[in-house]
């Protein structure tokens, strides 16, 4: 699992518009191997966006990833860099590090090896094992062992 933080100046008078944008999203970057993406407009002096994710594979890969998202573009678009704010300049805004931020102190609470595809599969069969859970009063031993073979 990779870590990456990023802390962008936000553009004068465009923080509440980003805070209002960000509380609109739902789950944009669904699909790109995410374990976790945080966005927050914080308030030290002038306004910053924060951007930490935590995710399987190469940090150039994910943010390359990251920056052609439409919801992206919209995001950075609020803040100062990049200038102006395209896919293109977004994703070597990202990859040059210039504003990234190193964790200082990281806790967590998965193995680092660890997949978001993993997690995916577990939760699929807790999903399995509940729906058999339900039916199990219903069945015999036999009938029971079966299906349970069948979920592995």
Same mark, same amino acid.
């Given at each position: ?19 209002? /944008? @960000? ?69 070597? /805004? ?10 200082? /102190? ?37 009938? @029971? ?8």
């Amino acid at each position: 699992m990779t870590l990456v933080a990023l802390l962008t100046p936000v553009r004068a008078g465009q923080a509440d518009g980003l805070r209002a /944008y @960000l509380r609109g999203l739902r789950a944009p970057f669904a699909g790109l191997q995410t374990h976790f993406a945080r966005l927050v407009v914080l308030d030290a002096g002038a306004a910053q966006l924060l951007f930490s994710a935590k995710f399987d594979g190469e940090p150039s890969e994910y943010l390359t990833a990251i920056a052609q998202v439409d919801a992206a573009i919209e995001i950075w678009r609020h803040c100062l860099r990049p200038d102006p704010c395209t896919t293109e300049t977004l994703v070597r /805004y990202l990859l040059d590090g210039s504003d990234r931020v190193a964790p200082a /102190y990281v806790i967590d609470v998965l193995a680092p090896t660890v997949t978001v595809a993993g997690v995916n599969a577990a939760l699929r069969m807790r999903a399995r094992l509940s729906a058999l859970a339900a039916r199990a009063t219903k069945l015999d031993a036999l009938a @029971l062992a079966h299906q349970f073979r069948q979920l592995l």
